[in-house]
């Protein structure tokens, strides 16, 4: 067993490298309130330029980003369609509701993807008894639906649906760089989709903090006002955006890395009897999958599998996640690809197993 864990919990659990300490260190940086801070600008025109949009908006949190949005385009008493096991509905704190004052109207996807379909009859009628139907969020990659990319023709018709109707889309792109590096489809060709997107520095990309919102000049003019009533103005935030910065230079294509080791763990759940992944195919570095009733919880799987040197998140009371980063190398996917064929009970409840030793 290694001396320190292999840590599969999530990909938020990374660790600034050398390099990106060391250029941290050496950040030029002034007042970001004051719009003074020159790592701050040079990293939003960057953003802006990748994703084909006027401006773009350093924030704290991707949560504070899909927020922003949510804020920029709606009114009190307003509503967006997302799907039901979206970021924006389940892991923001009912942000929409309290900052906004906005109804999300959920929609089951497969596997978090919408089909336009599913979209049509969801535009409330113009009567003053309901809510406005305004703005429709999409997840790229899905973390609910297993990592699953959103495949580029779908949002295309989509999008089209949204303009005919008057409608905004909004991307939450947490994890859009692994899209990007799996599909090789460029981020511009993402974002011309969208009126925002929403991109994080802190998951795949391996930076200690921080995400962006990008879109029309105008809309994040309004962003920066929004972003400073959530709290989320900072003063010499140029240490933190060169880690993003760096980041973006030395991070994207490493994800592939990340995608190959997935698959490694991957194959090991599928050839285990008990374990399921869902959805059964891995698109690329999160692995959602459910172990069987007579094995024991979620919980106790996690436990044994920690006791042996491999940490996983149990994210329901049958369901497991695990998710691969800059921290997780080839050998340490394999070791734990190893240990959940090795030790992963077969018949017995995982309460039941000995100790390692």
Not at 223 to 250: E, N, P, T, W, Y
Request: glycine fraction near 8%; include cysteine.
């Amino acid at each position: 067993m290694p001396e320190t864990p292999v840590d599969l919990r999530s990909d938020t659990v990374t660790r600034p490298t050398p390099a990106m300490r060391a250029a941290m260190q050496a950040a030029e940086v002034g007042d970001d309130v004051f719009q003074d801070d020159p790592t701050v600008h040079r990293l939003e025109a960057r953003v802006a330029e990748l994703l084909g949009k006027e401006a773009a908006l350093f924030v704290p949190s991707g949560t504070m980003s899909n927020q922003i949005a949510v804020k920029v385009h709606t009114q009190p008493g307003d509503e967006l369609i997302c799907d039901v096991n979206c970021h924006i509905y389940n892991y923001e704190a009912g942000g929409p509701a309290i900052l906004s004052g906005v109804t999300c109207h959920t929609l089951h996807g497969e596997d978090g993807i919408l089909d336009v379909t599913q979209l049509e009859d969801t535009i409330r009628p113009d009567d003053d008894h309901q809510v406005r139907t305004r703005l429709v969020c999409l997840e790229n990659t899905h973390n609910r639906g297993g990592g699953r990319i959103y495949p580029i023709e779908k949002i295309q018709a989509i999008r089209a649906w949204t303009r005919q109707h008057g409608l905004i889309l909004h991307l939450d792109g947490a994890r859009l760089w692994n899209a990007i590096v799996a599909t090789g489809i460029p981020a511009k060709q993402w974002g011309d989709l969208f009126d925002t997107v929403s991109v994080c520095f802190s998951k795949g990309l391996g930076a200690p903090v921080g995400s962006a919102l990008a879109g029309p000049r105008e809309a994040i003019v309004r962003a920066r006002r929004v972003r400073k009533l959530f709290g989320g103005g900072m003063r010499q935030a140029g240490v933190i955006a060169s880690a993003a910065l760096h980041a973006l230079d030395h991070h994207i294509e490493r994800l592939a890395d990340d995608h190959r080791n997935a698959q490694t763990i991957a194959q090991a759940i599928a050839d285990t009897p008990g374990l399921r992944l869902v959805p059964a195919e891995v698109d690329t570095n999160l692995i959602w999958f459910r172990v069987a009733r007579e094995m024991g919880t979620a919980k106790e799987m996690a436990l044994a599998l920690k006791e042996r040197g491999v940490l996983v998140h149990a994210a329901g009371p049958q369901t497991l996640r695990a998710c691969t980063h800059l921290d997780v190398s080839a050998a340490q996917a394999e070791f734990a690809a190893e240990t959940i064929r090795r030790y992963v009970p077969k018949s017995v409840p995982v309460a039941r197993l000995q100790p390692s030793k």
